[in-house]
Structures are given as C-alpha cells and as structure tokens.
C-alpha cells in the first residue's frame, strides 16, 4: 500500500495529505486550490520546482502563475525549447543562440547554413529572412498545438556530455564537463534534448502566447508582459543598447569568449590576468571616447554631463572615471548630487502604501535645479543648496559656485535622462550618458545570464559591506527597486547620446568569492531563500577568480572596496 505525505499549501493555508509518488501538478489537483491563472511552478520549502517535481517527504508547496518572477523565468525557458527544436526541425544544421534581452524580448542569433550539404556548413551562413522567421513562428504553433509533453530526465553527467556530444552542443560540454557533478538533469521534447538552468513547463499547451519576427540581422522572440500576461509585452525599439551589445560581441569573438564555459577554459589555462588587463582596458578606452566626444562638442560647448543608470550600475564610478578623462582633454569636471535637490519632507509624494516616495522624480526641486544651472552657464554664481536626510529639509549650504569656461558639470542619478529634469534647460548644452551592467556572456548558446542578476549580485555585496543591510532585506527590497526602475529609468535609456556598458567579461567570476557566504547565510525558512538558492545554483558554475587581480580604479571596487576613488 503506498504511503502519504503531508503537504502544507500556502495558496489556501489547508494541510493535505497526498501519495508519495504524486507530482505537484496531482498535488494541486487534489488540493482543490483556485487560480485565476494556471500554476506553472511552486516554491517547495522555499525552492522553487517545476510541475514534474516529486517531493517524497512532508512539505509546504506554494503554487506561482506566469506573473511571478520564477513563473515568467520558467516560461521563457520552455519557450526557449520549442524556438530551438523547431528551428532544428526545420534546419537539422543550424545553430541558435538566445542571446540579448532587447525591446521586451529576446534577440535570436540564427546561423542558417547556405548549404546544408556542406562539410562545416556553418562556415557559410546566409542572412535570415522574413520567410525564415514566418517558416519558424508556425513550426513553434505547430509544437505547442500538439500539446507535447516536456519530459525531465536524469542522467549521469558522464552519459549527458555523451548525449550533448553526439548533437554538435558543445556549449553545453563545455558547461557541464567542469563541474564536477555526478548528475545532470537535461529535457527532452519529442526526440529533440536540450539542457535548461531552472524549471521547466510540462508540456507545450502552457505556452500560450509568444511572438516571433525579424529583428536586425536575427529575430526577436517576444513574451507576454508581466504587468498584462494575456497580451506581448510593448514592442519598444532600443537600437543604442542593441548596438552596444553586439559592440561587446565583437570583443568577445576576437577573445572567443562567449559563454561561461568558455570563462572557465581561460581560468582553467592560467589567463585570467590577461582577460582582466583586456577588459579593463576596453571599458577604458570606452570612457576615453566619450569624454573625447564631448570635448569635440564646441559650437556650442557642452556645459553639463548626466549620466543615469539603473541601481548598482556603477555609475558612481563611471562619473569619476569619467571626469578623470575630460581632466586628460583640459576640461574641469565639477561634480553636482541631485540627493542635495530634493524638496522638504513634508513635500515629498507619496507611494500607494502613503510612504513617501523618494524614487518620484518630482521629490526633487525641478525648478531650483534648472534655475541655479541656467544661472551658472550665465556665468553666475550661486549656492548650491544641501539635503539634510535627517531633518529632511532643505537648506543653503555655504558652497559657492561659479563656472569658468573650461568647466562642466558633470550630474549622476536615476532620473538624470529624463527629460523633465532639465526641461528649461538650452539642450544643446547637455550631454546624456546611460550606465548599466549589461551580461554579455552565455550560460551556454541557450541559456542567457539576466543582466538583473549580475546588478543584483552586485548590490547585495554593497549593502553587506557599506549599509550593514543583509541579503535576505536586499533580495526582500529588490522587486520594489525594478518597479522604480521600470516607471523611472528604463524608459529614457534611448535618450542618451552614449551608452556605457559597465560590466566586465570576468566579472561573476571575481564576485562570486563575496556573494556566496552571503546568500548562504539567508534561512530556508524565508521567502527570499529561494531567490538566494537561484543565485547560489547559478554561481557554482563559474570558476573563481582572486580579487586582487583586478587593479585600484576598477569600477568593481565600487562594490568589492579596495578603491582608491573616493565615495
């Protein structure tokens, strides 16, 4: 006779007791649990499983739809799957890369052959057309319509890099031969087998909304929103950020580097200094062009610099990086904190919950901001003003400024491309640059690395060491820092006149050493344990690399320490 278990559901707060061998998709038939949208995972003791998932002893299972973060992750994977097998469907010798997260979507780097018949027929490709991506979006239609089972399998690593090896994966041998793991979990669809970091749908008939077109020189495969999961997130055109990260592919193919097995070879061989040296001078070079751009700009000359980027971007840094190159170009830097503009508390709008909102653009003082610059191109002088965070007033600070003509100010905060905060301002004097810590590299070809992960990753190490704040309270406050950054930042990316991408090709490397004990010590008892275990998971597949390989001035000590800018 077959055992029960207990099962706590969180959804209706009922305990149920269920056969041992039932899958969380049983479970949640038998809990007799009501969603307006179909579960797609569930958090099993704060870990999140997918549907296919077993538990065989007593546990509390709380079931999560499409518009949780881990539900859209587990979406996008599956959907990962049917691009990719229908694309071998159709082109058995095609190679496809889900590559940059771009305009709501994915941009998909399709490698068709232009013969098929060809030894290496991918030394040849020929460009994807519009026919392409018609012939593909319906072969995807086709699979989901079939409503094929996703299957989860288990293997011996030793017989999974097999299985990868036979179908040409070799990003996928590269990931897996270095990690040292007996087991491998791999899916299949209908023949075809792929490897996916995280959960999966169990089959075909959850992907019920997905979008496929030309997009460049590839295709962008586009999602349902999350704020509106029954209609394709907006279709918003992002040609700068597009552009500067096929710019970092191009470095990553003269350095053949382009996934995180790739990382670990060059570890592995003793080069990891050589990839620090490289990185840090490319992201340098980067800066000095800008800064030389700006210099260019004399009829008229620039007189203000705005750098904007989302949370622990480094824009910090990249605004004393900067100023150090337009000091090289005989320009003086003058550095302005928008923190010093903002209105009285008392003055401060509020959020839905009636706390005051800090992150509105309309806590600052758009007119004194705009009034004290105008002043200061005039050439005139005046004090600037200092927020005191305690009393939260206002007040004059004693500071005095005046600007001579060889002068800029140089102005770094969220809200610093949004038109609004400059709007009585002559636009030609402004200078726009957007910060922001864009992934570059691969998992393997079909696995991307969200770049929210790498800023998360970031500032949890930063709130550790100079906020005494834990990371369970960072993860716990991190959705509310994207819905501020999706209302207030995102929006005007596209405004800039440069895009500065500060993430570096070794970076996750060189924090993992910091970010692992301190997503270890959050409790499984708490919600954000699963968020921590996700990271965790993810970091044990990168090698390690010291610290102190990477010089004084790198804009990661912002959040490692060791720097020798002052913050």
């Known amino acids: 006779m077959e055992q029960n278990i207990q099962i706590r559901c969180k959804n209706n707060g009922k305990t149920i007791k269920v056969p041992m061998s039932s899958t969380l998709e049983e ?32 546990k509390d299972v709380e079931f999560l739809d499409i518009t949780s973060a881990s539900g859209l992750r587990t979406y996008t994977r599956s959907l990962f799957m049917v691009l990719c097998k229908a694309a071998h469907d159709l082109w058995p010798r095609c190679r496809v890369s889900i ?37 593909l979006r319906r072969r995807m239609q086709e699979l989901i319509a079939q409503q094929l089972p996703i299957r989860r399998h288990e293997a011996t690593t030793e017989e999974a890099l097999k299985l990868f090896e036979e179908n040409g994966s070799l990003s996928k041998v590269k990931l897996l031969k270095g990690q040292g793991s007996l087991y491998t979990t791999y899916y299949s669809l209908d023949g075809y087998i792929d490897y996916y970091y995280g959960a999966m749908l169990t089959n075909t008939r959850q992907l019920y909304l997905f979008g496929l077109e030309k997009y460049y020189d590839g295709l962008l495969l586009r999602l349902p929103s999350p704020q509106n999961p029954q209609e394709l997130g907006e279709l918003i055109m992002q040609d700068k950020m597009f552009g500067i990260f096929k710019e970092h592919h191009r470095w990553q193919d003269i350095l053949r580097l382009r996934t995180i097995g790739d990382l670990n070879e060059v570890i592995d061989k003793g080069y990891s200094s050589q990839l620090i040296q490289i990185s840090e001078a490319l992201q340098e070079k980067k800066m000095s062009q800008i ?49 010093d503009y903002f209105v009285d508390r008392e003055k401060t709008p509020r959020d839905a ?31 600037l003003p200092r927020y005191d965070f305690t009393t939260g007033h206002s007040k004059p600070s004693g500071k005095k400024l005046r600007m001579g003509p060889k002068d800029i100010l140089v102005v770094e905060g969220i809200h610093a491309l949004n038109p609004e905060l ?48 834990n990371a369970v309270e960072t993860i716990r406050r991190w959705p509310s820092v994207r819905k501020g950054e999706n209302r207030w930042i995102f929006p005007y990316q596209e405004n800039a006149d440069q895009m500065f991408n500060t993430a570096m ?32 998971k993810f970091l044990r597949y990168i090698r390690p690399i010291p610290e102190d390989q990477i010089p004084p001035t790198s804009l990661l000590r912002e959040f490692l320490g060791g720097s020798s800018f002052e913050y």
């Open 422 to 469: 400059t709007a009585q301002i002559p636009q030609e004097l402004i200078y726009r640059v957007y910060a922001s810590a864009l992934t570059t590299l691969l998992l393997d070809n079909h696995n991307y690395v969200p770049t929210t992960d790498n800023r998360l990753l970031r500032r949890i190490i930063r709130d550790n060491k100079y906020r005494a704040v």
């Open 99 to 135: 590559d940059i997260p771009v305009s709501n979507g994915y941009y998909v780097d399709l490698r068709l052959p232009a013969d098929e018949q060809a030894e290496n027929p991918l030394e040849q490709c020929r460009p994807v057309t519009l026919d392409d991506a018609g012939r």
């Open 505 to 536: 090709l070794f970076e996750l490397a060189v924090i993992k050493r910091q970010a692992e004990p301190l997503l270890e010590q959050v409790p499984e008892n708490c919600p954000e344990y699963a968020e921590a275990y996700r990271l965790l």
């Open 353 to 383: 919950s009636g706390d005051y909102d800090y992150e509105h653009l309309h806590a600052l003082n758009l007119d004194l901001f705009n009034e004290q610059l105008n002043a200061l191109f005039r050439g005139e002088e005046v004090e």
């Open 27 to 58: 479970i949640y038939q038998l809990a007799g649990i009501q969603m307006e949208l179909e579960p797609i995972i569930a958090r099993v003791n704060n870990k999140v499983e997918g549907m296919h998932f077993r538990p065989y002893k007593p």
């Open 291 to 339: 800064a030389d751009d700006i210099a260019r700009r004399t009829s008229p000359a620039i007189r203000l610099v705005l750098i904007a980027g989302p949370s622990s971007s480094g824009k910090t840094t990249t605004c004393k990086r900067l100023s150090v190159q337009l000091g090289v170009n005989g320009i003086r830097p003058i550095n302005i904190s928008l923190d």
